[in-house]
């Protein structure tokens, strides 16, 4: 059935935004990772500092890219479930030529 499909299809979505607003459900190793190094980057040594800060902007750079494109999977994924879903809709209220189809019993 269409309405299984669609709620399995999203599951995941509804699951980790089904929590408190507030209440955070996503670990990830590598933002922890960076956390790490951001507390090097406040060394009193400048030459540590600095060469900690280096180091932390590269790693940020590819965390942040990692993320974008798990979020832009997961975007693609619900547009191609709500694109299936709505062409199924879209032939229950149109016919062959496009046209709005409604019950005969209907005076406009």
Same mark, same amino acid.
């Given at each position: 059935m269409l309405e299984d499909y669609v709620v399995q299809a999203l599951k995941k979505i509804v699951d980790l935004r089904g929590s408190h607003v507030h209440q955070w459900r996503l670990s990830d190793n590598q933002i922890d990772r960076l956390t790490g190094i951001s507390l090097y980057t406040r060394m009193p040594a400048r030459k540590i500092q600095k060469a900690f800060t280096a180091y932390y902007e590269s790693e940020y750079r590819k965390i942040r *890219?990692? %993320? +974008?494109? %798990? @979020?832009? +999977?997961?975007i693609e994924g619900s547009q191609k479930v709500v694109d299936s879903y709505f062409?199924? @809709?879209? *032939?229950?209220?149109f016919d062959d030529k496009g046209k709005l189809v409604y019950p005969a019993n209907l005076k406009f």
């Open positions: *890219k990692q %993320w +974008r494109e %798990w @979020v832009a +999977r997961g062409d199924e @809709v879209f *032939k229950l209220i």
